[in-house]
């Protein structure tokens, strides 16, 4: 078992990492504290997966867990669906000191994550991510949230979970692409602040992509530390540090809400090009060497994640993307926070970036043969 203590100002949790945790999560949970009513939301596809195994160990243990199952997909994650979770927990009489596990990938988890943080103002959730994005990001630091029509994660409250429990062997069902997707976060962490981890990527990104179980518990492992840092330093955002975990993100969600939030681009896939705008951007601006960004660039490539637009099938003019961009939750004042970066492991906030001389700039990335 690695255990990733996120520490926070009034509380802690734990982050437990280890193979074949998701038949052993009932003792865990059980032993948060007493509790009568044990719910789990998931997806169709996830349940008809893993449901089972999570329910025979809480038979076991002389627990009842009982099942909301709902659609996969983006789609899920708006205001119909968060209504139709709420009122189920309410009918089965969850209190806030019971507990509600969110079993899935980042839309689970950000829905059930904010039905409990508005059911009697605030329930205990518990995250188990079955995708490595959320494995290694969305479980992680309380950000929770649904789609509205104007914008991605436009809804949404700062409600962290009581506990994570990562099991690595429950990526074992995902696709070649969805792996990818969820390394973009991985990699993330190197680009933004640590550049000897961007050197384990490049040097184990394939054992990582094709199941090592070392090189994934060690990702999982390293992913968590540095957003649990970032995240005890800086927990809702009202400072610089936790911006920088929106690296790629204000060109990816972009992106994502113009392909419909559809799987034209999963959300992994959008960080990905997101990012490589991001240092595109930086390296036209001055700030990035050239070399860092075509290094960033090659590894993407053998990686297998994509760094154009085209990807999705999204071409100029730019101005759509803009459109979405000015729904960003960062915007203050009429301005847009930019990630962007000084090179490898060197990423910073710079909220000083005309949307004039991004949409310039994308407008000539679209036009790219």
Do not use: N, S, W
């Given at each position: 078992m690695t255990t990733v203590?996120?520490?926070?100002?009034?509380?802690?949790?734990?982050?437990?990492?280890?193979?074949?945790?998701?038949?052993?999560?009932?003792?865990?949970?059980?032993?948060?504290?007493p509790q009568t009513r044990f719910a789990v939301v998931t997806d169709a596809t996830v349940a008809a997966l893993y449901l089972d195994t999570l329910t025979a160990g809480f038979a076991h243990a002389g627990l009842s867990l009982v099942p909301i199952i709902l659609p996969p997909g983006e789609a899920t994650k708006n205001w119909a669906t968060l209504e139709a979770v709420t009122e189920r927990l309410l009918d089965l009489g969850v209190e806030r000191g019971d507990a509600v596990i969110a079993l899935g990938g980042g839309v689970i988890g950000d829905l059930t994550g904010f039905a409990c943080a508005i059911l009697r103002r605030g329930c205990r959730f518990v995250q188990i991510p079955t995708t490595l994005l959320a494995q290694v990001d969305s479980s992680v630091g309380g950000k929770t949230a649904i789609n509205a029509a104007a914008g991605k994660n436009l809804v949404g409250a700062f409600h962290q979970p009581a506990l994570v429990l990562i099991d690595p062997d429950l990526l074992d069902t995902l696709s070649q692409r969805e792996v990818r997707a969820g390394y973009a976060e991985v990699v993330k962490y190197g680009l933004l602040g640590d550049a000897a981890f961007f050197d384990w990527c490049e040097r184990h990104a394939a054992a990582l992509l094709t199941g090592d179980a070392e090189a994934r518990v060690h990702a999982i492992a390293a992913s968590c530390r540095a957003k649990a840092a970032i995240v005890a330093a800086d927990e809702r955002e009202t400072g610089n540090a936790r911006a920088l975990l929106n690296l790629g993100h204000t060109f990816g969600h972009a992106l994502e809400a113009e392909a419909g939030f559809s799987d034209r681009l999963l959300h992994g896939e959008g960080v990905a090009i997101g990012m490589a705008l991001a240092f595109r951007f930086s390296t036209e601006a001055g700030l990035c060497?050239?070399?860092?960004?075509?290094?960033?660039?090659?590894?993407?490539?053998?990686?297998?994640?994509?760094?154009h637009p085209r990807f999705a099938g999204i071409t100029g003019p730019a101005a759509p993307l803009i459109?979405?961009?000015?729904?960003?939750?960062?915007?203050?004042?009429?301005?847009?926070?930019?990630?962007?970066?000084?090179?490898?492991?060197?990423?910073?906030v710079a909220r000083d970036v005309a949307l004039a001389d991004v949409e310039a700039f994308l407008d000539r990335v679209l036009a790219e043969a």
């Open positions: 203590t996120v520490e926070l100002a009034a509380r802690r949790y734990p982050i437990e990492i280890a193979a074949g945790l998701l038949g052993r999560a009932a003792a865990a949970v059980a032993a948060l504290g060497p050239p070399a860092d960004t075509a290094r960033m660039l090659a590894h993407f490539a053998a990686a297998g994640l994509p760094t459109q979405h961009m000015r729904q960003d939750k960062k915007m203050a004042g009429g301005t847009l926070a930019f990630i962007l970066t000084r090179g490898i492991g060197a990423a910073f």
